[in-house]
């Protein structure tokens, strides 16, 4: 499987922003308070050092991370995809078999999912059952909880 993840134009600016503010604007502010604890002396029982130095650990780390997601990133021209069926950024109305429940959501990638905001990652279980669905199709999602079935009432972008 590719390690490729495909975004819109706005979600891979929320990226890059957020990689901007890391870079730019919290690692100078955890900088600083690390310099700013070790003025305060013994380094080995200053709690405020280590703290920081966490902080910095931490921030880091999640740099980093945002850099391999963002090297992995493609930009995806949304008018060019087929809508015959799911993809990823297809936006999918489903109907959960078992309770008739209707759902909408946006397939997206890792980095930008969000459920509060309708935008299901396309990696998560349900996600992976609706890649390839068409209109009328029914999905088999095995979740923790057991096989759900998923009907496909639309498909758009």
Same mark, same amino acid.
């Given at each position: ?7 819109? #134009?706005?979600? $891979?600016k ?6 901007? !503010? /890391? #870079? !730019? +604007? %919290? ?5 600083? %308070? ?8 013994? /380094? *080995?029982?200053?709690?405020?050092? !280590?703290?920081?130095k966490? %902080?910095? @650990? $931490? ?10 997601t ?7 021209? #949304? =008018?060019? /995809? ?7 950024? *297809? ?6 078999i ?14 930008? =999912?969000?459920l =509060? ?5 396309? =990696? ?15 999905a088999? +999602?095995?979740?923790?909880?057991? $096989?759900?079935?998923? %009907?496909? $009432?639309?498909? @758009?972008?």
């Amino acid at each position: 499987m590719s390690d490729v993840e495909y975004y819109t #134009e706005e979600g $891979l600016k929320k990226l890059r922003d957020e990689l901007e !503010h /890391l #870079e !730019h +604007v %919290e690692r100078p502010r955890v900088t600083q %308070e690390i310099a700013d604890a070790r003025d305060k002396g013994d /380094l *080995s029982e200053n709690a405020e050092y !280590h703290a920081a130095k966490e %902080e910095q @650990s $931490l921030l880091e780390y999640k740099i980093a991370q945002m850099k391999a997601t963002l090297s992995k990133a493609r930009l995806i021209d #949304e =008018s060019m /995809l087929d809508t015959s069926k799911v993809l990823a950024l *297809s936006k999918v109305k489903i109907r959960n078999i078992a309770n008739k429940m209707e759902f909408e959501y946006t397939l997206v990638a890792d980095a930008v =999912s969000d459920l =509060s905001q309708g935008k299901l990652s396309v =990696s998560s279980p349900i996600g992976k059952g609706l890649l390839g669905k068409k209109v009328g199709d029914i999905a088999e +999602v095995q979740a923790p909880s057991g $096989l759900m079935k998923f %009907e496909i $009432l639309d498909i @758009s972008r």
